[in-house]
């Protein structure tokens, strides 16, 4: 069981397949988050992030949900994981802020 703290700090991660075919999981993703962000006063450290990564025969897409997105990524059916390295980790919704926010270390 994960105490309070912990779940403040989850990010959530979701494999949505070949990178040349996840558009339909990206605009599904997109549209979620863009409902609840703007339901919630659009909060900084509310974001999602996009990366391709190598996969055993393809490129994937997976996003990344920051811990203030945790209820859409639930929803979406995405796992708990560790933070993400920034490397090669793109904005794909929420404020810019949020990369300041979720990754001081980098500024």
Same mark, same amino acid.
């Given at each position: 069981?994960?105490?309070?703290?912990?779940?403040?700090?989850?990010? &959530?991660?979701?494999?949505?397949?070949?990178?040349?075919?996840? %558009?339909?999981?990206?605009?599904?993703?997109?549209? $979620? &988050?863009?409902? $609840?962000?703007?339901?919630?006063?659009?909060?900084?450290?509310?974001?999602? &992030?996009?990366?391709?990564?190598?996969?055993?025969?393809?490129? =994937?897409?997976?996003?990344? %949900?920051? *811990? !203030?997105? $945790?209820?859409? $990524?639930?929803?979406?059916?995405?796992?708990?994981?560790?933070? *993400?390295?920034?490397?090669?980790? !793109?904005?794909?919704? !929420?404020?810019?802020?949020?990369?300041?926010?979720? %990754? *001081? =270390?980098?500024?």
């Amino acid at each position: 069981m994960l105490d309070d703290r912990s779940k403040t700090n989850l990010w &959530f991660c979701k494999n949505l397949g070949d990178a040349m075919l996840a %558009f339909t999981g990206i605009d599904r993703v997109e549209a $979620a &988050f863009r409902s $609840a962000y703007a339901d919630a006063d659009c909060p900084d450290d509310t974001a999602v &992030f996009l990366r391709h990564e190598s996969g055993r025969l393809h490129c =994937e897409a997976k996003v990344y %949900f920051s *811990p !203030g997105s $945790a209820h859409i $990524a639930q929803i979406l059916g995405a796992e708990p994981c560790e933070q *993400p390295a920034n490397d090669g980790l !793109g904005l794909l919704v !929420g404020h810019p802020a949020a990369w300041s926010v979720l %990754f *001081p =270390e980098d500024d």
